[in-house]
């Protein structure tokens, strides 16, 4: 049995307009999702680290429900659910939202994990020097905590350049989407998805460098003797 | 006692085996296991997503005309009935590819198909346009699409007629559609009942039982009269089910069947039309 495989028609899909168009809105998703995450997943983990037991329960309780469904079943009800509480959101909003608020609870234990994981002698150390607790955090914990965090992050960003294709089923279209409704055309499936797996691979490769730079950056304190 | 209740058995026995090898004998397996992705059995690939012709019920079986259809063309050929569940998008490769035996999902028949499959057109179907109870937005005409954001299944012809209707639109000078495409018509439906769109394009048999549910109402229909089709890649398995196809035009299951629905039938016998 011969291999089934159009070297002419992967050739034309690997620059097709509408396939780019499509790694471009997965790519600014993801951006757009990472960022948003951080900004509320610090806030979770710092409400989490809370000393007041309703604000770290609460935040126990968000992490638990978005950890714990599927992203898919968030974005339907966050799509077809809320407009029947009268949140009316697009598409493309629809998917940040979903997007943010589940990235969001995973981001929040790194977080956490990170300022666990500064030694409880640099805090003590601060307060000897008399920083109030914002100095604390901003000056001593959160910049040795971040060289904690960075490696788990790099994973975040690498998952959620692919999660993004389930924004799909609320006919988003991103690269996935892109990907199938090009496949309708001549039926090429092999071709298109295996032009698909190299965009992804691409801008994945590329995050891989962007993060060990960032990791070398913050390391680089550590790195004199 | 003891003894005449083993007779009993045995007799018992006897017959249910006799009864088997009778069945077994009347039928008669015709189609080479060669020409069967499944040895005995025909394996069939349907999208439930499509009440009243194909869906699946509260106890999670596969019920509808085309299900049942399906079943009574593996009993003629004396074949198992197995029925793969998937996404439209995946048919025609998992076909090429030898995943199953048979498309039975309610596939349009065209040429560029037919170049591709055996196909067996069986029933006429044409096209809706969901709307909200009521028809708030008044939407009478293709026309009255342009500027509103309409759902659909990827993949199928309903796709590929929404954006025939797009194109004639902008052809026009009217507002293109937004035109939004979903895995499956549940989720379609879905969106226009969260008023996330404003209108679905489906089949009109998908159309009508959603209007019988009472949730929304069919502001066209009849657009674009289409076969549906049966498609094989096997021409051994498809000379076999033609066969099966127009003995049931002649004893009536066929005709019953499609009245049962209220469907436009087949009035020739059914022709092998492709490949």
Do not use: H
């Not at chain 1, 757009?32 to 409400?47: D, E, Q, T, Y």
């Not at chain 1, 339907?76 to 029947?84: A, F, H, N």
């Not at chain 1, 995973?106 to 409880?120: C, F, M, P, Q």
């Not at chain 2, 090429?96 to 498309?103: N, S, Y």
């Amino acid at each position: 049995m011969g291999i089934k495989w159009d070297w002419s028609g992967f050739y034309e899909y690997l620059f097709n307009g509408f396939l780019l168009q499509g790694a471009v809105t997965t790519l600014w998703l993801t951006i757009a999702s990472i960022l948003g995450g951080l900004v509320m997943g610090c806030l979770i983990a710092m409400l989490r680290l809370a000393p007041v037991y309703w604000l770290s329960s609460f935040a126990k309780g968000y992490i638990w429900i978005f950890r714990g469904t599927p992203l898919l079943v968030q974005l339907i009800i966050i799509y077809t659910g809320l407009p029947q509480l009268g949140i009316k959101l697009s598409v493309v909003e629809s998917a940040l939202t979903g997007l943010i608020l589940n990235e969001a609870a995973y981001l929040a234990e790194i977080i956490r994990g990170g300022i666990l994981g500064v030694s409880t002698g640099q805090t003590y150390a601060g307060r000897a020097l008399g920083l109030n607790s914002f100095q604390l955090m901003v000056y001593i914990v959160f910049p040795q905590a971040t060289r904690i965090i960075i490696p788990a992050l790099g994973n975040s960003v690498n998952g959620l350049l692919k999660t993004t294709s389930i924004t799909s089923v609320i006919s988003m279209e991103e690269l996935l989407r892109s990907t199938q409704l090009l496949i309708q055309e001549k039926f090429l499936v092999l071709e298109l998805f295996t032009v698909a797996a190299m965009y992804y691979l691409l801008m994945t490769s590329i995050w891989d460098m962007a993060q060990r730079r960032i990791e070398a950056k913050f390391s680089k304190p550590y790195n004199k003797v | 006692m003891k003894k005449f209740n083993l007779k009993l058995l045995y007799l018992i026995s006897i017959q249910l085996f006799v009864g088997y090898s009778v069945m077994a004998a009347t039928c008669k397996q015709t189609v080479p296991d060669s020409a069967l992705v499944k040895k005995g059995t025909l394996v069939m690939s349907t999208n439930p997503t499509l009440p009243p012709l194909q869906f699946v019920d509260s106890t999670g079986k596969l019920k509808g005309m085309r299900i049942t259809l399906g079943k009574e063309v593996a009993k003629r050929l004396c074949l198992k009935p197995e029925y793969i569940s998937i996404e439209f998008s995946a048919m025609i490769p998992g076909l090429q590819a030898g995943r199953w035996d048979l498309i039975n999902t309610g596939i349009f028949w065209n040429t560029k198909r037919a170049a591709m499959m055996n196909m067996i057109p069986y029933e006429s179907a044409a096209i809706s346009i969901s709307v909200k109870k009521g028809n708030p937005l008044g939407i009478s005409k293709q026309e009255d699409l342009a500027g509103k954001a309409v759902g659909v299944e990827i993949g199928g012809l309903e796709e590929k007629k929404l954006k025939e209707i797009d194109k004639n639109l902008r052809a026009k000078g009217l507002t293109p559609i937004n035109i939004r495409v979903f895995d499956n018509f549940a989720l379609a439906y879905q969106a226009l009942r969260a008023g996330q769109t404003d209108a679905s394009v489906a089949i009109d048999a998908t159309a009508a039982e959603y209007v019988k549910r009472g949730e929304f109402d069919r502001a066209i229909s009849g657009m674009f009269p289409m076969p549906v089709a049966l498609a094989m890649k096997n021409d051994i398995l498809a000379k076999t089910v033609l066969e099966a196809m127009n003995d049931m035009m002649e004893d009536g299951f066929y005709q019953e069947l499609m009245d049962e629905y209220g469907l436009l039938p087949n009035s020739s016998p059914f022709i092998i039309r492709g490949s």
